[in-house]
């Protein structure tokens, strides 16, 4: 792996577990066993790294959601996919990164926004929009106000002063606001296949 890689790598680490305002320079020299000079050849500041790790998380994230979709037998599958992705990313992560992100690095919390309404939100449509199509989702939805919801909902789970991390996980309180949108509009055959996934039966 070639050096400016490493240093993203070993940045991703750090920041995943502390969050990304406690993590320094040093430290990340330190992790590498390199000098800090080395990394300046590379990165202006930590800024800049944080910056080229969202980059790349970006255009990573928007490959894999595109892959789910194209791979699910239907929606329920594809939310329920992107929700066992969320475990993934989200199990063992800082919640503070995300508090890091909007206070002390905007540029990159901007591309986040961007993301947010260039995939994210145009992924959310044209998933409601199949489920529409099968029967999986109630045909009398208005697809952009319940996407828009979704939208905000998924960044209104990263805040702390909402959802604090010393009362709730980061990981359950998104898994919990993606099942309570799923049962609000997806059908009785929908309903049917979510409890499928979940393992759960109910009586008619």
Sequence with gaps: ???????LQAAFELFFRYGIKSVTMDDIA???SISKKTIY???RDKDEIVHTLMEQHI???EQEFCDIADKAANVVEEVFSIMRKMSQMFGQINPNIFY??????PRSW???HRFREDCILRNVEQTLEKGKAAGLIRGDINVKILARLRVEEIE???NPKIFPPDRHKLLEVQLTLTEHFLYGVCTLKGHKLVNKYKHIVEEE
């Design 100 to 105: 890091d992100l909007q206070k002390y690095h």
């Design 41 to 43: 050849q590379f990165f």
């Design 110 to 112: 901007e591309l986040f």
């Design 59 to 61: 255009r990573r994230d």
């Design 156 to 158: 209104m789970g990263f």
């Design 1 to 7: 792996m070639e050096t400016k890689q490493r240093i």
């Design 30 to 32: 330190r992790h590498l």
